[in-house]
């Protein structure tokens, strides 16, 4: 899926490219024409509909890529495991720790840090 995606991005960013590079000419009507051959004759109406195509398309080949890349990240922390939790073994006694036998109050969840909502 990535490849297709990058596939995707790259024709329609050569397209765009092709397009621009061969019809710099303007008028009411325009021959629209890539490496000497000319293809059909477009108004202003169907060339900006045409672009806006151009650009979906290669909106959908980002978000293919990006898509592939969320997928082989989630593959792989699954394969990774489950997180291993922190002990007070795995690191020296500071003090206000369990470890040096005073109450520590550890906030809950993420990791140690508390959560802030915004606005309240």
Do not use: K
Request: charged share 15%.
């Amino acid at each position: 899926m990535l490849l297709l995606g990058l596939l995707l991005m790259a024709a329609s960013g050569a397209f765009v490219g092709l397009l621009i590079a061969d019809n710099l000419s303007g008028g009411p009507d325009y021959q629209v024409t890539i490496l000497g051959h000319d293809l059909v004759t477009l108004n202003s109406l169907s060339v900006f509909l045409a672009g806006v195509a151009l650009a979906l398309i290669f909106c959908l080949g980002l978000a293919m890529m990006w898509l592939a890349r969320r997928l082989r990240a989630r593959r792989l922390r699954r394969a990774a495991g489950p997180p291993r939790a922190h002990t007070d073994a795995d690191s020296p006694s500071r003090p206000g720790s369990a470890g040096s036998g005073a109450a520590a109050e550890e906030p809950a969840g993420h990791g140690g840090r508390v959560r802030h909502l915004f606005g309240h």
